[in-house]
C-alpha cells in the first residue's frame, strides 16, 4: 500500500506566475489535508476537503489560493500569480476518516521556490 | 480547541532517555493526546496517542496523568538518528475540529 504521494517534490516558480501541487491520498483514504511549513516553524493547516467537498479552509488566504480534491485523480493545491512569501513546503496528509482519529499520514511535501 | 506548550528545543547524549513535557491546561473530556515525529525535509509521522495513564508501543512511551493537563513523551536509549521535531497535539473526538500543529520541540542527539 504506497503513502501519500507528492508531486513534484520541488517547484521552482517566478513571481506571477501559477503553482500547482498534487497529492495522491494512501489507497482508500478519502479525507486529505494541506498543509504549510516555512522555514525553522510549524505546520499552519490550509484546508481539509472530503472527496468533492471542502469541508474547512479556514487556513486558506483568501486570495489566489485554492484547493479541490475531484472524484477521480489526485487533490490540487493551486496558487496563483506565486510571489515570494509563498515560498515554502507544502505537506499533503491523508486519513481513511475524519480528522477526529488524530492520525494523519503525511506525504513527503513539495518544495515551492518562487524567484 | 485545546492550546499545547512544550519546549522549544533539547539536547541530549545517545544512549539516554528523552522525556519531552506537553502542557495542555484546557484539555477537553473528549481530547486525546498525539504525538508526531518530523524529520529534517519530510512530512510528520504518527508515533503515539493516549488518553490516560501510559501508553507503550515500539518507538515510545506517553505518560499521561490523571488530571491530563500535560503528558510526557519518553524515548529510550535514543539514538542520532532520533533527531527531530516532536510536536504534541491535542485532538478531539467530539465534533470535527482542524488537525493543528504547534511549533514542535525540536531534540538535538549528541554523539
Known amino acids: 500500500n504506497a503513502g501519500v504521494m507528492q508531486n513534484p517534490r520541488h517547484l521552482v516558480r517566478r513571481r506571477g506566475q501559477e503553482a500547482r501541487l498534487r497529492c495522491s491520498p494512501m489507497?482508500?483514504?478519502?479525507?486529505v489535508y494541506w498543509y504549510r511549513q516555512l522555514p525553522e516553524e510549524g505546520l499552519k493547516f490550509m484546508v481539509y476537503?472530503?472527496?468533492?467537498?471542502?469541508?474547512?479552509e479556514s487556513g486558506m488566504p483568501k486570495e489566489r489560493f485554492s484547493a479541490e480534491f475531484p472524484k477521480e485523480g489526485p487533490s490540487i493545491l493551486r496558487i496563483q500569480q506565486v510571489v515570494r512569501g509563498d515560498s515554502a513546503a507544502y505537506f499533503c496528509?491523508?486519513?481513511?476518516?475524519?480528522?477526529?482519529?488524530?492520525?494523519?499520514?503525511f506525504g513527503e511535501g513539495s518544495r515551492l521556490t518562487v524567484l | 480547541l485545546a492550546k499545547t506548550t512544550q519546549p522549544i528545543s533539547m539536547d541530549s547524549y545517545e544512549g539516554q532517555e528523552v522525556n519531552i513535557t506537553c502542557s495542555h491546561n484546557?484539555?477537553?473530556?473528549?481530547?486525546?493526546i498525539t504525538w508526531y515525529q518530523q524529520f529534517p525535509s519530510q512530512g510528520p509521522r504518527f508515533i503515539i496517542q493516549?488518553?490516560?495513564t501510559k501508553v507503550t508501543n515500539e518507538v515510545a512511551s506517553l505518560f499521561i496523568p490523571a488530571d491530563r493537563k500535560s503528558s510526557t513523551l519518553s524515548l529510550p536509549r535514543v539514538s542520532l538518528s532520533d533527531t527531530a521535531v516532536y510536536y504534541c497535539?491535542?485532538?478531539?473526538?467530539?465534533?470535527?475540529?482542524?488537525?493543528?500543529f504547534g511549533t514542535g520541540t525540536k531534540l538535538q542527539v549528541i554523539p
Open positions: 496528509a491523508s486519513s481513511p476518516r475524519g480528522p477526529d482519529t488524530g492520525e494523519l499520514f
Open positions: 489507497k482508500g483514504h478519502s479525507h
Open positions: 476537503l472530503q472527496k468533492e467537498n471542502i469541508i474547512d
Open positions: 484546557n484539555i477537553a473530556t473528549n481530547d486525546y
Open positions: 493516549g488518553y490516560k
Open positions: 497535539l491535542v485532538v478531539s473526538s467530539g465534533g470535527y475540529q482542524k488537525v493543528t
